[in-house]
């Protein structure tokens, strides 16, 4: 599928598409640019900061990827999300990088919800625990937007619907549990390029598309 159908499709479902362009040059991300595109993700800091110097200033970078921690008062300024806290250690770096700056960031809590140990992201115990802390006095520049996930990787999707309920069924109860103190936790960020669909189905209100826009990407 090309960008202006996956476009259509998730404008009629009011779903934000992140075009996700790792691995492709600022030239192709350009192409999608000029078709009014603006949210773009990356998974990787130096990948991000080196687009940003080449790209208009007006594209909304979100950063996807596993972070580390000596990578953060580089992205911090040129981030408009950030969906992969995967621990506390994180939230505790971009909340002081961005209080330095005076800026707020927004942030997605990421979720481990696949089978494969590889997969990053708080367990929804942890997360749990860190919902019923003072965010708000604790973090004061991060502004909590909502949770992240990434299914297992597979062709059974039945286990992927189900990863992606769990997500969003735990997403609804912070929610409604938080709603004062968190009144923009408004985003579920799941689903990519083989998933989306499933994801969507099961509440997902943001997805994270690269191959099916930019075509296979090449590692070497
Ligand atoms: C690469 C990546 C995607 C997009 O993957 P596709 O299968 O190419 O759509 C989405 N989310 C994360 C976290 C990624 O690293």
Known sequence: ???QALKEWTDKRDVTLIAVSKTHPAS????IYDMGHRDFGENR?????D???DLP???RWHMIGTL???KIRAIVPHVHMIHSVNRIKILNYINREAENIGKTVDILIQIH???EESKHGFTFAEAEKLFSEDLSTKYPSVRFRG???IATFTDDKEVVANEFESLNAFFKTIQESKKEVLPDFNCLSMGMSGDYEIAVEHGSNMIRVGSLIFGQRDYN
Do not use: C, R
């Not at 192709?28 to 192409?31: G, S």
């Not at 800091?45 to 900061?49: D, K, S, Y």
């Open 28 to 31: 192709t991300i350009k192409e």
């Open 113 to 115: 919800i696949a089978e």
């Open 68 to 70: 580390q921690s000596n």
């Open 45 to 49: 800091a130096q990948e991000l900061l």
């Open 1 to 3: 599928m090309k960008y």
């Open 147 to 149: 949770l992240m996930g």
């Open 57 to 59: 200033q007006d594209i």
């Open 51 to 53: 687009k940003v110097d």
